[in-house]
Every structure is written in C-alpha cells, then in structure tokens.
C-alpha cells in the first residue's frame, strides 16, 4: 500500500515559477529562474534540472525517462499509482473540476499543469507563474519546447486542458493565489499573458 504524501505550506506567501512543456519556452531565458520556487513538469527538467521539483502524470513518460528521475536533485512527485521508484513523493489523483483542497490529493486529468497549479497552492504559493502553458502547438507546428513524446499529441486534447484549467480559476481566486501566464501567445485567455521579465 503506498504511503501518500501529505504537502505542507512550506512556500507561503512565495511566488512559485511553473515550467510546462509548451513550444514557447524554447524562445525563454528560464535562467532567470535561478534561485527561485520552481516546478517543472515532465520533460521540463532537461532544461531546468535544478528545478526544486519535478512532477509527471503519467507512468509512460515515467518509463522512458526513469534514469533522469533518479538522477534529478530535487524532489519528485506524481499521482500515478505505479510504484516508480524510491525518493518519489506520491499523491492520489482527483479528477477535475477545480481544485483539490486534501493536501494529500491533486486534481489532473488531461495536463499536468492542473497538478502542479494544485502543487504550488497547497505549498502555499500566494502567485504562481506559469511558463509552456500554451494551450495549443506553435505557429511553425512545434507541439513541445522539448522532443516529443513518443505517443503523440492527440489534437482535441488541447480544448480538453484548456477546460481542465479553466475550472481552476475561481477556486484560485477564492484562495487569494495570483496566476499569471508567462508563455507569449498563448490561447489560454482566463490569465493575464505577461513577459518572465515582468514577473520576476
């Protein structure tokens, strides 16, 4: 039986930096984040791997990727049920809408950027800046600012994240906790769109 984690607000009143996988942080300087609470996500952590925490989904990247967990410095965590390995922190899954407010629980469905939103207002992030959340594929067709997953990016799930996230807005604002969206040209449209610079 796995032994959950149960997250503390260990970030209160912190600005927490959030680094999904979309095409625009390829054109970011995210060594500004140095230094700052920051969480990425999946693949993420091969542009930032001196991120505070890694967090994944789902067990098919997890497979693929095992050797860059294990080595990864900072914490890791998921919600997939697998047993992924030592020094994996693990929380259930809930599936949307909103947030969950059991700190022992996420809500994600179709992005991991839900999740790692749910992360960062449990360790008591009172902004949470948002890099990758692009919600769609780039003018030039890029899908990912890093290689692709290996299963595709299936079209309609776009609207679906987008979805996923919009359910997140009025449980954040109720918290207090600011979400600005640092990922230029993005289609997600209930977060203010503003430059890294700006943010920091």
Partial sequence: MLDYWTVSPEWKGETVYICGGGPSVADQNVE??????VIVINSSCYLLPWADILFFADGRWWREHVKTVEAFAGRVVTTTDEMCGKNILTLRKRKPPGLASDRSELTVLKTGMTASINLAAHLGAKRI??????GGPSKDGRTHHHVPHNWGQIASNWK???????TLVDPLRALGVEVLNASPGSSIPFWPIVSLESCL
């Fill in 32 to 37: 500004l984040l140095r230094g700052r609470k």
């Fill in 129 to 134: 800046v948002l890099l990758g959340a692009d």
């Fill in 160 to 166: 679906a994240q987008r979805e996923e996230l919009s």
